[in-house]
């Protein structure tokens, strides 16, 4: 039998991926949308018997898409495919009535593996079923290396391998978006982020790395408002307030940082070497803690990832700074990597 399989992923980089690692021989009908609303229209008009389904995505998520499958009761299996690999992820996915889940990146034997468990790939009748079967449509065109959205994926699975961490330490759900990717002058820094408020403080804390011709800082903006509840996660009960809100930060810091620099570095096959974390300031608005960037016009590569924890109050903006230099060299590692 040849289904037809629909991958939902709103990077270009995870499609290719995930049609990649499907088996070789499986005479499947492959398509593809980039948000939950174009997979919902492909589903609505019958063209989908498997879904691969992302859950971090623009217009409509993963989540809402399992919410509108079991609602209106769209025929449609359902394999969810994520960076997220929070266990609350995992069980809400299950619960909306996905059949399994795999986490990113993606991983050809598991994939098969699953498949088989679920009856619905063999190995031993592709042969047959693959000469009965129409022809597939063609892959997406591979076209120029585009490195803002391979970064922009990678980030995705380093930043769920880091809010994996926070929740399994502090047992709650991480909130998560989808990454942000630009290049910019150091002088438009504050101007150009996103989820950081011009009228509230925040505290920020900064660590150099660096790897294979591959430079850069990582900041932390930790919301002023936060620091009660994120003391309270913690379990810290300092009474001196200046030192357990410097605790906080270093320990969010050494968290958010460590993972997901190991993440991004396993993904490129680099090993970063981490600098000492310094406190550039509290309680100061966002342009008067990035002032140190505004002398300079010197491009940077910023990620920027905004993290909130479920049902407290607790906001914090992850941002990754990486100097013009290492772009060629994340070119060339990424180049080797997709080859």
Not at 77 to 98: C, F, N
């Amino acid at each position: 039998m040849s289904y037809r399989i629909l991958i939902c992923d709103d990077s270009s980089m995870a499609r290719k991926q995930m049609a990649r690692a499907l088996p070789k021989n499986w005479p499947a009908e492959i398509s593809y949308a980039e948000h939950g609303e174009q997979a919902l229209e492909v589903i609505r008009q019958g063209h989908c018997d498997l879904m691969f389904l992302d859950l971090n995505m623009p217009v409509l998520d993963g989540y809402g898409v399992l919410e509108a499958v079991a609602r209106d009761d769209l025929p449609v299996m359902t394999i969810v495919v994520s960076g997220d690999i929070q266990p609350q992820a995992r069980e809400r996915v299950r619960k909306l009535g996905a059949m399994d889940f795999i986490r990113k990146p993606t991983d050809p034997e598991k994939i098969q593996q699953i498949l088989e468990e679920f009856g619905i790939y063999r190995a031993d009748d592709s042969e047959e079923a693959q000469a009965q079967a129409e022809p597939s449509p063609a892959p997406e065109p591979e076209g120029k290396l585009d490195l803002a959205a391979y970064l922009q994926e990678m980030s995705n699975v380093a930043m769920g391998q880091a809010a994996d961490l926070l929740a399994r330490l502090l047992d709650v759900f991480v909130k998560l978006p989808v990454p942000r990717v630009a290049t910019l002058a150091q002088s438009e820094l504050s101007m150009a982020l996103t989820a950081a408020s011009a009228k509230e403080s925040y505290s920020a804390v900064c660590q150099g790395f660096n790897g294979a011709g591959v430079a850069g800082e990582a900041l932390l903006l930790f919301s002023d408002a936060s620091f009660e509840d994120m003391a309270q996660l913690l379990r810290y009960e300092e009474e001196n307030r200046h030192a357990l809100e410097v605790e906080v930060l270093m320990d969010m810091s050494s968290i958010l940082f460590g993972a997901f620099l190991k993440g991004l570095g396993d993904q490129l096959d680099l090993r970063f070497g981490l600098g000492h974390p310094t406190v550039l300031g509290q309680h100061r608005q966002v342009g008067e803690l990035l002032e140190y960037h505004q002398g300079s016009d010197q491009k940077l590569l910023c990620i920027e990832i905004n993290y909130a924890i479920e049902d407290h109050n607790v906001v914090c903006d992850l941002l990754v700074l990486l100097t013009a230099d290492s772009t060629p060299h994340l070119e060339k590692a990424i180049s080797y990597l997709t080859e």
